[in-house]
């Protein structure tokens, strides 16, 4: 028989019951220190008070009123994002996902507006993500995701990751944009470099294409800079971001310029929940916390001894890790054993990671996480490798 909850997951048989800071408390009072942090979305830990403050408050005001009325929360964080990057302007949802969704029909209208409606293409790498809806699936191409559930929609094509070549070569006249990760999350922790990233910008540039950065993954902190692109100082054109901004309440967003989201006029997109009150008012307080300079500094500080740790983690066990990668508190630890039975292995260990293609164990910590618990990771993952000997 089916179970209740439909069984798409593969799951551990954990259940955790309460979260304060990097730390997970399962139903059996066992404490596990939290290097998965729900998949990069618990981006200040559990249970941060500030978050819990603005949180309650705001759910003995109002929760929801729909996008019919105007939403104070909502334009206090959209002016915010505007204030902290290269957007002009902002559209909130509920999911990465989402934010996919509204990339692509958001390039394809810019074009449309512009009388090139044959330009509808958009290019991604191999290996990339950016969610399970038919946009997204058709985006990444991947067999994995795609079997099945067809017919996949049309206009978009992969090339192999990083291969600038390639993506000279797949530029066409019905191109619209370039879809990239700056540093693939579930592909396996792969950042483009700078220089790869300043040419993509410059492809899209030289064909007047747009460039969506999906930054739903390493953007909000996660890298020690607020958004990923910012290292290679190239700006995108519009912007997916989800995961860390609602610090676990689900949010999400499309950012972009003036220009990329002029054919967005009122009737061509909506959500009901899309930036609900509850939701911005928690993402408000989540950005004013990891936008502040000190705080990424913080960040950058703890990723350099996290890198440490890890590196001399490989040193230590060589037969287990095989190397390190990533930016900021967005790192890969590339496995001999397979990926899977070392995060299992962590779980005995009481210690959560998340696993990657290619491999690869994911640590997406907070980006709060104490010193001492970056030691205490390198502790347990040593452990972890122990059991392995
Ligand atoms: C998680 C993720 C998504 C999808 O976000 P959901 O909130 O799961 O819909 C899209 N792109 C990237 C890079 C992601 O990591």
């Not at 990097?22 to 249970?47: K, M, Q």
């Not at 291969?163 to 540093?183: F, K, S």
């Amino acid at each position: 028989m089916i179970a209740s909850v439909l069984p798409t997951y593969s799951r551990s048989d954990l259940t955790f019951e309460k979260g304060e800071g990097s730390w997970l408390i399962e139903a059996d009072g066992r404490r596990f220190l939290d290097l998965g942090a729900g998949i990069a979305v618990n981006a200040l830990g559990h249970a941060h008070p500030e978050l819990v403050k603005v949180l309650t408050m705001q759910a003995e005001k109002l929760w929801h009123t729909s996008n019919l009325h105007n939403i104070s929360q909502q334009t206090m964080l959209a002016d915010k994002l505007v204030d902290a990057t290269f957007a002009d302007t902002v559209f909130f949802t509920n999911s990465g996902t989402e934010a996919c969704e509204l990339a692509v029909k958001m390039a394809r209208k810019y074009f449309f507006e512009s009388g090139q409606e044959e330009r509808v293409e958009i290019i991604s790498f191999s290996g990339a993500f950016h969610g399970r809806s038919a946009a997204g699936i058709a985006a990444s191409g991947s067999e994995k995701m795609i079997r099945g559930f067809g017919p996949i929609l049309g206009g978009f094509c992969q090339v192999p990751w990083d291969d600038i070549e390639g993506l000279v070569g797949a530029i066409c006249d019905r191109t619209a944009a370039i879809m990239v990760e700056p540093i693939q999350g579930e592909g396996g922790i792969h950042a483009l470099s700078d220089q790869s990233m300043k040419k993509i910008r410059e492809l899209c540039d030289v064909h007047d294409l747009l460039l969506i950065a999906d930054e739903v993954q390493c953007g909000m902190g996660r890298t020690g800079r607020l958004f990923a692109h910012e290292w290679a100082g190239v700006l995108p054109d519009i912007m997916m971001i989800a995961k860390g901004i609602g610090g676990g309440f689900p949010l999400g967003a499309v950012l972009a310029t003036e220009a990329a989201a002029s054919g967005m006029t009122v009737g061509t997109h909506g959500s009901t929940y899309g930036g609900n009150p509850l939701a911005c008012a928690v993402g408000g307080k989540v950005l004013d916390i990891i936008s502040n300079p000190e705080f990424l500094s913080e960040v950058n500080r703890k990723a350099g001894l996290f890198r440490q740790r890890l590196e001399a983690l490989i040193a230590g066990y060589p037969h287990v890790f095989k190397d390190i990668r990533g930016v900021g508190l967005m790192l890969g630890l590339a496995c001999r054993p397979k990926n899977s039975d070392v995060v299992e292995a962590g779980y005995a260990h009481q210690v959560v990671t998340v696993p990657a293609a290619d491999n690869v164990i994911r640590i997406l910590p907070p980006l709060n996480i104490s010193d001492e618990d970056i030691h205490e990771a390198e502790t347990r993952l040593a452990n972890v490798a122990e059991s392995f000997a």
